[in-house]
């Protein structure tokens, strides 16, 4: 046999992130039950340092199923988590998104229905493995202009996470749930050494799965990322915006898409988004069907004024619909959380700031909605602390920018609270036109601390973009 030919004993070594992998075997062989005296011996060169990454999404407890890689406390969530899970291991692997500038897929069901959007880290638009070459070409000629000096580089995707938080704290229920998800599939982008170690576990394991097989399964490394829920029927905003010119809403729609608007600059501006344009937020209308209505009128085919009327009918008259049902889905969230003032080149402003929904005062329904839980210090500090958990999650966390990117958001808070509270009647436009505004906390002893407020008055060279 091959074995016989290569000697007594042969030794190969599979890397591993945790441990090295020495398979030794010697060369008795049985034609049944092939190699014997296989010997699995697990090495560890040195103790590694837990990657926050790795750890599982929830506690492990005997509520957790554990053929599932993510599992969560929200229900409705974790089952659909577990369709994406059931659907890759039955080869219907996520489609790549051709639109934008990183690597995003829309997973699919067993039923290949589309039930969520996926980001990987490592494939997000300045990630070392994104698979669109734009963004490679931006940084090989304009290596000065490279980036959003404003951003923590490759964070993207807890900034989709955290903007559903934020947006689930407020009650706007504009984001569709977003959480960080483990996957993988053989449609990601992954670098040839991945995919080669992939084969030889997998090799390995199909040839002794009593030993290999238990040790390492033969799937690609599991990549960290957003899951965005998908939703269906919906319509990039500037479609239906521009619809709307020559197709007027009626009055009580138009009321309701008025206060959702009001909503998501509630959102973006708390969240001071950098990347909203009117393409990256989604409106659902239906409209209620014209309602016909036939008048009929007296009509005499004599000249006796005594004869009995007959009835005509007149034309079908169209009464303007009344009724129906629009939505408004803020997606693409990750472009946000800053840690600083866009103050360089580019101001990154709010793009929905020049639409004439944004010449409105702020109305009643929105400070109802929002003003009592900003003025709240304990509210806020709460949203603060969700969102430090989710970020502490990733293992290039540090806490001292993460507050900067917190100084940044009471700021925004703080700004907000003045323009829903002024008698003055602010509107989106005044709001997005104010200086802008950091809170820092210092801690100056035990169970004391302060704050310390910045407003920024000059503005980047380019305010319009």
């Known amino acids: 046999s091959d074995l016989n030919k290569r000697g007594r004993v042969m030794a190969e070594r599979i890397n591993r992130e945790e441990a090295d992998i020495t398979v030794l075997y010697s060369s008795t062989e049985d034609e049944d039950s092939g190699p014997s005296g296989v010997e699995v011996k697990v090495k560890s060169k040195h103790k590694k340092k837990v990657n926050s990454e790795?750890?599982?999404?929830?506690?492990?407890?005997?509520?957790?199923?554990?053929?599932?890689?993510?599992?969560?406390?929200?229900?409705?969530?974790?089952a659909i988590i577990h369709k994406a899970e059931d659907a890759i291991a039955a080869g219907h692997n996520p489609e790549r998104i051709s639109q934008g500038s990183s690597g995003?897929?829309?997973?699919?069901n067993?039923?290949?229905?589309?039930?969520?959007?996926f980001k990987p880290k490592s494939e997000e638009p300045y990630g070392h493995l994104n698979p669109k070459w734009t963004k490679w070409v931006h940084k090989?000629?304009?290596?000065?202009?490279?980036g959003r000096s404003c951003l923590i580089p490759n964070q993207g995707y807890l900034s989709e996470a955290g903007a559903s938080i934020v947006d689930e704290k407020l009650g706007l229920n504009l984001v569709p749930k977003t959480?960080?998800?483990?996957?993988?599939?053989?449609?990601?982008?992954?670098?040839?050494?991945?995919?080669?170690?992939?084969?030889?576990?997998?090799?390995?394991?199909?040839?002794?799965?009593d030993t290999c097989g238990k040790k390492f399964s033969g799937e690609l490394p599991l990549k960290v990322g957003s899951f965005q829920l998908f939703v269906n029927g919906y319509k990039d905003a500037q479609e239906l915006l521009d619809e709307f010119v020559t197709k007027p809403l009626p009055s009580d729609l138009e009321n309701e898409l008025q206060f959702l608007f009001e909503k998501l600059v509630v959102l973006d501006y708390i969240i001071r988004n950098t990347d909203r344009g009117n393409d990256n937020w989604l409106i659902k209308c239906v409209c209620a069907q014209p309602v016909a209505e036939t008048s009929f009128i007296p009509h005499s085919t004599t000249s006796d004024p005594q004869a009995t009327p007959l009835f005509q009918a007149t034309p079908q008259v169209l009464q303007p619909p009344q009724g129906g049902e629009i939505s408004v889905a803020a997606i693409d969230n990750g472009l946000a959380f800053p840690f600083k003032h866009p103050d360089e080149w580019r101001a990154y402003p709010f793009y929905w700031a020049w639409?004439?929904?944004?010449?409105?005062?702020?109305?009643?329904?929105?400070?109802?909605?929002?003003?009592?839980?900003?003025?709240?210090?304990?509210?806020?500090?709460?949203?603060?602390e969700e969102l430090r958990v989710l970020f502490a999650e990733d293992k290039g966390f540090d806490s001292s920018m993460f507050e900067r990117q917190m100084s940044v958001l009471r700021?925004?808070?703080?700004?907000?609270?003045?323009?829903?509270?002024?008698?003055?009647?602010?509107?989106?436009?005044?709001?997005?036109?104010?200086?802008?505004?950091?809170?820092?906390?210092?801690?100056?002893?035990?169970?004391?601390?302060?704050?310390?407020?910045?407003?920024?008055s000059s503005r980047p060279f380019f305010s319009w973009c």
């Open 179 to 209: 959480k960080v998800v483990y996957l993988t599939s053989h449609s990601f982008y992954y670098p040839c050494n991945d995919r080669c170690n992939t084969q030889i576990r997998r090799f390995f394991a199909e040839l002794w799965p």
């Open 140 to 146: 090989l000629c304009c290596p000065c202009c490279f």
């Open 54 to 78: 790795r750890r599982p999404l929830v506690q492990q407890d005997g509520n957790v199923d554990t053929r599932y890689v993510n599992n969560f406390e929200d229900e409705s969530f974790n």
């Open 355 to 384: 639409l004439p929904m944004a010449r409105k005062p702020f109305s009643d329904k929105i400070k109802e909605l929002a003003l009592d839980k900003l003025k709240d210090d304990s509210f806020v500090t709460s949203i603060v």
């Open 110 to 117: 067993c039923e290949r229905v589309k039930i969520g959007v």
């Open 411 to 456: 700021g925004q808070v703080l700004n907000l609270k003045g323009a829903l509270s002024s008698s003055d009647k602010k509107t989106p436009w005044d709001l997005a036109n104010m200086p802008p505004a950091t809170v820092a906390i210092t801690v100056t002893g035990p169970g004391k601390r302060n704050f310390i407020q910045k407003f920024r």
């Open 104 to 108: 995003s897929y829309f997973v699919r």
